[in-house]
């Protein structure tokens, strides 16, 4: 498959891993160049059917410092819209849509943005040198976005509050207490046990991490209520695949199932 040349991040591929690599030096600082990249880098490797597991990560010292405040600097209210509209928007939905999971491999710092992007994702390891804040309070002087519902979603009203209002970074190991990322691990080790976890995914049926995940964001707001015919219709017309048939198989003669996706 051709790359297309993207100016702001690298897509590459190992085994059937993605990787999206933010290469913007030296903060990945966030506008509609990375923007567009961005969600053509997740069409690329959404529509790969090699990839099974998607990766993203950032160059230098850190995921990203957010939305570039120079390239704001002449934005009024509704070019900040159009903007934001893209940014916050179409690409969480982009995300959300996916038919593969997604990783978020953070060190250093992630701001604003940033967070946006980490937390839309379905997974996030943090390396011990990474923290992540939310300074649209005190640099913009407004609320910083759709982080309030990210934020709320992940760790309540409460503390998301005091992260918001003060714009104070949390450290990746409150950030993992808190549970806001998936786990914490050491800065040197952190590309290998991201992929050690994307490989480990990636060895599962590609159909059932596709409804496995399409399930997870369906039910995300349903009342309990509409929970059970939804999840029961799911597993069952999962049963039925080749997949499914094929995982059941191997387990009982103790080998490796051949995934065919179907």
């Not at 690599?21 to 567009?36: C, F, H, K, W």
């Not at 300074?135 to 309540?156: D, S």
């Not at 503390?159 to 207490?177: D, K, N, Q, V």
């Amino acid at each position: 498959m051709t790359q297309r040349p993207y100016t702001t991040l690298r897509v590459q591929r190992t085994g059937h891993v993605g990787e999206i690599i933010l290469s913007r030096p030296p903060l990945n600082l966030i506008d509609y160049d990375l923007t567009y990249d961005y969600l053509a880098a997740l069409d690329e490797l959404d529509n790969d059917k090699d990839v099974r597991v998607l990766v993203l990560s950032g160059e230098g010292k850190g995921l990203s410092g957010g939305v570039d405040l120079k390239f704001l600097e002449s934005f009024g209210a509704t070019e900040m819209k159009e903007f934001l509209s893209l940014f916050y928007i179409k690409t969480v939905e982009r995300v959300r849509a996916l038919q593969k999971p997604i990783i978020a491999c953070v060190h250093g710092y992630a701001r604003e943005g940033a967070c946006t992007l980490a937390f839309a994702c379905d997974m996030i390891l943090a390396s011990d040198d990474a923290d992540f804040g939310y300074p649209g309070v005190p640099n913009l002087a407004g609320p910083p976005g759709m982080h309030v519902w990210h934020l709320q979603k992940l760790i309540g009203r409460m503390r998301a509050a005091e992260l918001i209002f003060t714009g104070e970074p949390i450290p990746a190991a409150e950030a993992a207490s808190l549970g806001l990322i998936t786990r914490m691990v050491p800065r040197d080790s952190l590309r290998d046990e991201t992929l050690k976890l994307a490989n480990k995914i990636a060895d599962m049926s590609p159909l059932a991490l596709r409804t496995t995940r399409e399930l997870m964001y369906r039910v995300e707001d349903m009342s309990f209520r509409e929970v059970p015919p939804t999840a029961l219709d799911s597993l069952a017309m999962a049963f039925a695949s080749e997949d499914s048939k094929e995982a059941r198989k191997a387990f009982i003669e103790k080998r490796k199932p051949v995934w065919k996706g179907k």
